[in-house]
């Protein structure tokens, strides 16, 4: 699945708040904490991370890996549970002060089971995709307003 959003922020910016796991950690709710293998690699492309994940009262933890860390216009990076895997991709294209930010988020199901639960919660999983991208858009643009009346 695809999403595409405009981001009334700089490219530049827009990357970093994608790329970096604090930020990261700050504009996606569902993310309680990220940690790279070698925190100096964190956006490298290869580079391990752990990502924990809160649901309600529940943490799962994923095993993550960056895909692509091509600054300032590609980063995408994958998640492993044991039920699925997750591809997730932002291409970002310079609008002159804002930023086209097209989000693609691909699942690969590692069982039966986990095939016919993902058919199942397929609309979830895309409402989920997109209100992320919703939470990046709100993030960018309140943060870049803070900053230029700070």
Known sequence: ????????????????QI????ARESWTKEIE???YEQPAEEKKEGA?????QKEGAMRTSFHGKNLSALEPSTYSYSLEGKAFKMI???QLEDLQGETNVTQTYDV?????MAKIMGRLSSKLTEKLALSLLQQLKKHCELALTKYKTD
């Open 88 to 90: 997730i991709s932002y």
């Open 33 to 35: 904490k990220i940690q």
């Open 1 to 16: 699945m695809s999403h595409t959003v405009t981001i009334g922020a700089p490219i530049g910016f827009v990357f970093e």
């Open 108 to 112: 690969i199901y590692l069982s039966t």
């Open 19 to 22: 790329s970096t796991p604090s």
């Open 48 to 52: 391990a991370f752990v990502q924990v």
